[in-house]
Each structure stands twice: as structure tokens, then as C-alpha cells.
């Protein structure tokens, strides 16, 4: 079945530091990939989203690669603010399964100033 | 900008009791979800409707739960007789069709005690 793996945090950084966070996927078929961010107290938002191999999401400066021979959809940031503190999901959707979203553990991500 | 709602925020409950956790989809919106996360767990999938009818469900999805449209607003999701382990955070998604990304609520804490 459909599995989603991402890297456990916390994560914490400094302000303007790189951020990476590491997903790779186990996937049926050709998924569409996503990032989804949660800030405190608020819903999932659709981050960055990408639907083929070799597509580069991209959003607020965040940016992810679908690579299909790597199984990998990482994020990064090149310079982190402290409005990035939240917690970011990767997911897949692998299609006909309904549309349905599989979703990694979330990683917390604190920026300090 | 619309937002997929949900009401309440928080509900504790006794084990055994009836709850009824309610959303508002953004209004032309076509496909529902359900989707909940235990506490330090991922993300799960629960239900999808769609032309008032499930179109898929997990495992978790038993009989103690149902979801209904009940009208043009509404989607909710009912938990027959909760147990202790039904508690979480219960998130509720729309999207325009199955291709669009997924919006979701800021989600329900459901505690049982």
C-alpha cells in the first residue's frame, strides 16, 4: 500500500538558516505529492504540491522536487523565518484510490530569532 | 478567502456516548473528507463522499461511524458509541473535484474519557 515516510523532528533552527526536510514515498501508480503546513492552532494548508516526476513545487520560498528514482519529495527553504514555525506534513495521492490523501508523521520546525 | 469550518473546537465525551462532529465545506465543493490524527500518530484517512454517497472508506471506518450531508452546508460526522481510543483530532477537507488539492478545517479535538 501507500506509505509516506518523513523526517522526525523537532526541527530547530536560527533565523535565516537552511531547512531541509527529508520524505520519501512508497506509492502504487504515479502519486501527486504535496506539503501541507499546520501553525498553531489552525487547519492543514496546502503548501506546494507537485504532480509529476521532475516537477518542483514551489511556495513562500519553500520548494520540493518529485524524484521518481529516489522516491523523494523533500523540502527546503533557503533562509527561514520565525513566522515558518509550524508543523509540515508530506502526503501523497495516488490515483484512483478515491482522491484520498496519505500523510507522513509531521515535523515540528521551530525558528528561533 | 473561503475556509472549510468546524464546529466545535474541542468536545469530551463519555465512552459510549453519541457525538456528532460537524463541518462546512467551501460551498462548491464536490468532494468531502474525514481525516484524523491520534495524538503523535500521522494523519489518517478515514471517509471520502461524494454525489451523497461514500465513495471510500478505511478500515478504521467501522460501523460505530457514519457521515451525512444533511443539507447544502453541512457534513458531518457521526461517532455512534465512542470508545477511548476514538480520541483525536478529527480534520474535515473539501475539494472542488478530485484533482484539486484538498482544503481542510482547523479540526476537532475529540477527547473520551
Known amino acids: 500500500g501507500n506509505s509516506v515516510t518523513q523526517m522526525e523532528g523537532p526541527v530547530t533552527l536560527s533565523e535565516e538558516a537552511f531547512l531541509t526536510i527529508n520524505c520519501t514515498y512508497t506509492?502504487?501508480?504515479?502519486?501527486?505529492l504535496f506539503w501541507y503546513v499546520q501553525y498553531p492552532g489552525e487547519g492543514l494548508q496546502l503548501l506546494l504540491k507537485a504532480t509529476k516526476a521532475d516537477d518542483k513545487g514551489s511556495n513562500k520560498g519553500f520548494e520540493a522536487t518529485y524524484r521518481k528514482e529516489t522516491t523523494s519529495f523533500h523540502l527546503e527553504k533557503g533562509s527561514v523565518q520565525v513566522s515558518d514555525s509550524a508543523v509540515y506534513f508530506c502526503a501523497l495521492e495516488s490515483g484512483g484510490s478515491n482522491y484520498k490523501l496519505t500523510f507522513g508523521k509531521g515535523t515540528l520546525l521551530t525558528v528561533n530569532p | 478567502e473561503p475556509e472549510v469550518t468546524q464546529t466545535p473546537s474541542h468536545q469530551v465525551t463519555q465512552m459510549g456516548q453519541e457525538v456528532i462532529l460537524r463541518c462546512v465545506p467551501i460551498s462548491n465543493h464536490l468532494y468531502f473528507y474525514w481525516y484524523r490524527q491520534i495524538l503523535g500518530q500521522k494523519v489518517e484517512f478515514l471517509v471520502s463522499?461524494?454525489?451523497?454517497?461514500?465513495?471510500?472508506k478505511s478500515e478504521i471506518f467501522d460501523d460505530q461511524f457514519s457521515v451525512e450531508r444533511p443539507d447544502g452546508s453541512n457534513f458531518t460526522l457521526k461517532i455512534r458509541s465512542t470508545k477511548l481510543e476514538d480520541s483525536a483530532m478529527y480534520f474535515c477537507a473539501s475539494s472542488g473535484d478530485g484533482f484539486d488539492p484538498q482544503f481542510f478545517g482547523p479540526g476537532t479535538r475529540l477527547t473520551v474519557l
Open positions: 506509492a502504487t501508480g504515479y502519486p501527486s
Open positions: 463522499f461524494y454525489n451523497n454517497e461514500i465513495s471510500e
